[in-house]
């Protein structure tokens, strides 16, 4: 909601901060220093980077995330050193002349033309041009995500190309001071749409319903988009994995949300909460997976400290009932930023492949579980987002949890 000064609210009070309060100009450019380090430590004089995270990372602009992400239309090379050059969607130049310090030019995109073999020769061209602009003589180059023309016109043009992945986590990974602001303003949003949603839960409502709540209250926010459209009720919370249907709430039902919301300035926050529909009494069934799931949760996040390493969280995490281990959830902790990043901690029963991982302060974190019996009705959902900071954690978006299923 907007209050009576004209900024925006959370339904509980809550000041949820602008993007406009941050200083763009210092988040833009701590956001590259952090990136250009981590090309000197991997040995990495040039990035190509077609992820739209990845490009909004090294240059602050992002256009038609969606659509960017699903088709090569534009691009960012980033030197060791100095300003990265974007080569931009042409309808969009103008968006990101405004929104970037990085040298923008035009790119023409070699999808869903008739000549895509010799566009994307254009391209490696144009890179390689721009290569030498920017006083690269490597023939090496970075990528993080490429179609087949793109990457035989790069082989074609005498590149050897490098995966930028390792590049770009090691860099997104710890936050910086403008980005911890921007997800505090993203925990406030949470707040606001958790809040709503919780408030539209009733007997009748159906599944869309209460997704299109949540997903005005994130657009009105400031937010995006939602990554997914997990709002599940009844018999669709079990197994989880399960997306909104037309299905309508009964009283008696469990309904959890995983907000999975790319959020203000385009950071994803991944909350997760199951609630009670009706004035009605939870089953034994239901009380005892949201008593299992919930008691994780707390017992997880304490252990959650700089200097622990993945492989000691594994070690140490509290143990759920074997009944819901089936279905458990594919980690335990996943680091977030601008999508689900690294690091990343496994249950005890599976293969921890990054034991020596050490948890930094400035990480932020989603922990977050999922308990559901193979063959029965119900299913619950927690997580929540967290800050890694120097005696813990800071939970961003500390929403509360549904009383009638705790006893």
């Known amino acids: 909601m907007i209050n009576a000064s004209g900024v925006l609210a959370s339904t509980s009070g809550t000041r949820i901060t602008a993007a406009a309060d941050v200083e763009h100009p210092r988040l833009r450019a701590g956001r590259l220093r952090r990136l ?44 060791r050193d100095g300003r990265p050059i974007l080569f931009e969607h042409p309808n969009s130049l103008h968006r990101s ?82 980005e911890i602001a921007l997800f505090r303003a993203n925990g406030a949003l949470i707040l606001d749409m958790l809040g709503a949603f919780e408030l539209a839960i009733a007997p009748g409502i159906r599944e869309r319903d209460l997704l299109a709540t949540l997903a005005d209250r994130m657009h009105r926010g400031g937010g ?38 790319v959020g203000i300035e385009g950071y994803f926050f991944c909350v997760s909460r199951t609630f009670l529909c009706g004035d009605t009494r939870p089953t034994r069934e239901q009380r005892d997976a949201y008593s299992a799931a919930h008691d994780w949760l707390q017992g997880m996040i304490q252990l959650v400290h700089p200097g622990v390493t993945c492989g000691e969280l594994a070690r140490k995490a509290p143990a759920i009932p074997a009944r819901y281990l089936p279905q458990r959830y594919e980690c335990m902790i996943h680091g977030v930023g601008f ?34 019996e193979p063959g029965r009705r119900d299913g619950v959902k927690l997580g929540d987002e967290v800050l890694v900071t120097p005696r813990g954690v800071e939970i961003l978006a500390p929403y509360p949890y549904a009383r009638p299923l705790l006893g």
């Open 36 to 79: 250009q380090q981590a090309m000197g430590q991997h040995g990495v004089d040039a990035c190509l980077l077609f992820n739209d995270p990845n490009i909004r990372y090294a240059t602050g602009a992002s256009v038609m995330p969606v659509y960017s992400m699903s088709t090569f239309v534009r691009c960012a090379l980033v030197p």
């Open 97 to 178: 002349r405004a929104s970037t310090d990085a040298d923008v030019r035009p790119m023409r995109a070699w999808e869903f033309t008739d000549a895509a073999e010799q566009i994307a020769r254009d391209h490696a061209r144009e890179v390689a041009a721009a290569m030498r602009e920017l006083g690269i003589s490597a023939r090496e180059i970075a990528v993080d995500r490429l179609g087949t023309p793109g990457y035989l016109a790069l082989q074609h043009e005498g590149f050897a190309i490098r995966d930028a992945a390792p590049v770009a986590m090691a860099a997104r990974e710890v936050k910086t001071p403008e």
């Open 224 to 261: 995006e988009y939602l990554a997914t459209t997990t709002v599940c009720s009844g018999p669709n919370t079990n197994p989880w994995r399960s997306e909104a249907t037309s299905r309508a709430l009964e009283p008696g039902d469990l309904v959890y949300v995983d907000t999975d919301t």
């Open 339 to 372: 999508e689900e990043e690294s690091p990343s901690v496994c249950y005890p029963q599976d293969p921890q492949v990054n034991p020596d991982r050490v948890l930094q302060e400035g990480m932020t974190l989603v922990v977050e579980i999922y308990a559901g």
